[in-house]
């Protein structure tokens, strides 16, 4: 086999984020580093010991899972209770978690793993609010340069926003974060909400995880079904956008996704549109083009590479 791609996944479960470890978990083809919690869906106490379920559910109870931080750099803490449910996992029953939380700081680990790495190996894969990603860069601006890339799920352009008009939730929570890592010059992948909007979790494909009759398949469906209500109220469709696994799907299969390098810009200063990802997708601007925006996914590849993936666990 090819080398394997090293990666953090920096997270804040929530049943979405729980489906990309998941998915990770399954692929071979990744090396998972360590997992870092952050605080986002639900406050960290809880994110982390998700974290260390998912990882227990994976069958992975040797991962590293760390805590990071517990509030944004800057705003209030925000949280999104309404859709994740008050633990931030609802749906499946699973067991509290055995493993231990590693003792390191998460933003510790992300620093001291980039810079014992060998140089542009490692990807960043943020599934939450960027806080830790931020952190990390202030704690050690050196690792700009070593990390390989870092392939995310925020923001969003024509589809708009979805805790404002105008702003995407994990850059909402920790907008002076999402700022300091898009002007860090890190080759970025974006996956914002013009493509998750796109992989909807309909009731035919969550059958397709509960007909794997496995214990992964069946909280996979749990947790869809629970997460899935919120969204489908809002949007009236079946099924709700499945975000965050469309970050590990594209380190698996890129060319499920299309887009294109643009300039994104984060808003700091209006309270009207804070934490808008403004994406010049046209050109308009001379600003240097700091990221690979996707805007379109093959979501029937998508899922077929789901299901496939998660039977393996
Ligand atoms: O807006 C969707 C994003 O916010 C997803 O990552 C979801 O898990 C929440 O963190
Ligand atoms: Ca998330």
Redesign the pocket.
Known sequence: MADRQKIIIDT?P?Q??AVAMLLAFGSPELEILGITAVA??VPLKLTEKNARKICELAGKPETKVFAGAIRPLVRDPVS?EEVHGKTGLDGPDLPEPTMKLQEQYAVDFIVETIMSEKFGTVTLCP??PLTNIALALIREPKIAKRIRQIVL?GGGFFEGG?VTPAA???IFVDPQAADLVFRSGIPIVMMP?DVTHKALTKASRVEKFRKLGTRVGNATADMLEFFELFDERKYGSDGGPL??PCVIAYLLKPELFSGRECNVAIETGSELTMGMTVIDWWGVTKRPKNALVMHDIDHDGFFDLLVERLGRL
């Open positions: 804040d929530g979405d984020d986002g869906n999104a599934l939450g799920m979805n995407e939730f994990n909400l975000h965050d």
